[in-house]
């Protein structure tokens, strides 16, 4: 079984976001960028598939610094083929021409299955996965969190609210959209890391002409202003838990 | 093309989700501006009694044995359909497990715009989206001809959709649904649990500032002190370290105790969306910039790790003196 593995960075949610001096995009200068945690569970779905039943891990993404360690990463993961898109991605694109673009290259791998993440917190303008989907000709689930092959199907569990499962089941190819891997991504050493450095090929394939049409063009960024901002506690620990209990006692419950 | 704005009702089994009704009011703010009529769009096989207080001037009803369900294969190609019949100004879906699957498709499909995680609507007709985990807001004109839209909740609130007088339902004969790739072999039930978190009033939350499965258990004293209940943010149940029952958010239960003590959860908006009903938020985050401190009354930086086992000592000595 082939499976390919669009995967993105995106900005870490950990550091401050600032709007760049158009006022209409973040700063990329100080931004940190970390894989999208969909993503990585996309990876460790397909590697999970690879292991219940063989075949090819691929990973594809668009070049950006930081790429290459996520690759090695992955490689040490399990992932057999790393390949880097090579284009005009600095200024970032939106998900219609990256979704444009990763058709293009994704058909030449002929892949059984393509797992994305469900979503990206930056997307704008729809989730990679569905418009992938469409261009490719395949069909789409997402908010997936287990898929099993089956011949030429696959069967998947997809996500409604409050826990509720459908067990939906797709013909090959298809594209899903991963909400959670069956286990949690996997752990791997620094050392494995390392290795994959000095054994695994970064492929790299053009990305020309991104056509970003299909998104929408943003005015202005901003940050969003609070109704009413908590009442900040501040001081030690022992004086703000103090000051938590007499709000519990406040509040009726101790 | 015309003004209209339509509105993609979403429901399951029987149910129709609050989404819709938020959508239903986002929509009355963007008609208001365009000119144009709220059109509910139901799509099922015999749903026309969730259409009874849809807030819409009217309700299109499409029924077929393929929509009995949801897949996207065939939503997708039945608002396809609509869309090119009736050339609306925008089609509002919910960011959701069923409207994700269909508006970037579709988006794909037809060649038109699309927005997603809109949040309101300006009362310009400007779009507001909410990216980032809830820390950045972007706006920017509806594109055109027809601008996708998918709708995150908390811009309006569901009664805002919701209306005493029944809409006039008009039924639309079903596209061609077939050549679907996409087939429902079941639904399987959620996992009951050992308490309904919906319903309790104290809740304990964790996220992922936890670190570790076995830092669990300063969550689980805080909350037997306390007589509560834990809960999670969802990477804290992706981990296995507690069960899908004790999910909060989007894809686990929406809750409103009395008081949600959120420790080490950042307030993304698929947790924040099923806390918003909370009586009262207290927040221990060590991120002043974490957007649980814009919905939280009480909030402090302190390290969960110095704080709730001194908390937790606390909640002790005053109930035992
Ligand atoms: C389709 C979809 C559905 C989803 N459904 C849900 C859902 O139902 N429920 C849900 O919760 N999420 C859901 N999510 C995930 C959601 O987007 C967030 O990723 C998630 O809520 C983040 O959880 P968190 O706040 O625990 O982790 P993070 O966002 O990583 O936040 C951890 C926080 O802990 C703080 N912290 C770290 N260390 C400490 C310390 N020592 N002391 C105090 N604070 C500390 C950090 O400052 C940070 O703010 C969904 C996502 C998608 C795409
Ligand atoms: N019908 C199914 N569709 C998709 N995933 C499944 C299904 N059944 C089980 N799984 C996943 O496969 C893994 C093994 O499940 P099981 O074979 O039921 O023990 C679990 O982690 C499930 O999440």
Known sequence: MNIVVPVKLVPDLVEELTID???????????????????????????LLKERSGGQVTIITPNAEGVDDMLFAASARGADRLIKLVGDFENGVNNHAL??????????????????????????????????????????TGYVSGVIVNGDKAIVRKEFPGGLIAELELKLPAVLGIQAAEQPPRYVAISKVRQAMKTATLEEMDAPGLNPDGGPTIGRMFQPEAAEKAEMISGNADVVADRLIGIFKELGVL | MNQDI???????????????????????????????????????????????????????????????????????????????????????????????????GLSAHL????????????????????ICGGKIMA???????????????GGYKPEQGQSAQPPQVTQVAA???????VTL????????????????????????????????????????ALGGVVCASRPVVDQGWLPTSRLVGKSGKAVKPKVYLAIGISG??????????????????????????????????????????????????????
């Open chain 2, 6 to 104: 339509f509105v993609i009702i979403e429901h399951l089994r029987g149910q129709v989700a609050d989404i819709s009704y938020v959508m239903l009011a986002a929509a009355h703010e963007l008609a208001q501006n365009t000119g144009g009529k709220v059109e509910a769009v139901l799509l099922g096989q015999n749903v026309q009694g969730l259409a009874g207080n849809l807030a819409a001037d009217q309700v299109l009803s499409v029924e077929h044995p393929a929509l009995a369900d949801f897949t996207s294969d065939a939503y997708i190609k039945a608002v396809a359909g609509l869309t090119v019949e009736h050339q609306p100004r925008a089609v509002l879906f919910g960011h959701t497990s069923v409207g994700m699957d269909v508006a970037s």
């Open chain 2, 185 to 224: 072999k079941q639904y399987i039930e959620p996992e009951a649990g050992d308490v309904d978190i919906a319903k309790e009033p104290l809740l304990i939350a964790v996220g992922r500032g936890i670190q570790t499965q076995d830092n669990i258990s300063l969550a689980d004293d805080l909350a037997q």
């Open chain 2, 268 to 321: 993304a908006p698929e947790h924040a969306e099923a806390i918003t009903g909370s009586n009262v938020i207290v927040a221990i985050n060590t991120d002043a910039a974490a957007p649980i401190f814009n919905i939280a009354k009480y909030g402090t930086i302190t390290d969960l790790f110095d704080l709730v086992p001194v908390l937790t000592d606390k909640v002790r000595e005053a109930k035992g003196g």
């Open chain 1, 21 to 47: 001096a158009s006022g209409a995009a973040l700063d990329t200068m100080w931004l940190r960028l970390i894989i999208n945690e969909f993503d990585d569970h996309a990876t460790e779905q397909a590697i």
């Open chain 2, 111 to 130: 060649g038109l715009p699309l927005v997603g995680s809109v949040r309101y609507f300006e009362s310009g007709g400007k779009f507001v989206s909410q």
């Open chain 1, 99 to 140: 979704a444009r673009t990763l058709a293009t290259t994704i058909k030449d791998l002929q892949p059984d299955l393509v797992l994305t993440g469900v979503q990206a917190h930056n997307d704008l303008d729809g989730s990679l996965g569905p418009l992938l989907a469409e261009y490719l000709g395949m069909p789409y």
């Open chain 2, 139 to 153: 706006e920017g004109e509806l594109p055109a001809p027809t601008a996708l839209i998918t709708l995150v909740p």
């Open chain 2, 175 to 181: 596209p061609a649904l077939d050549g679907l790739r």
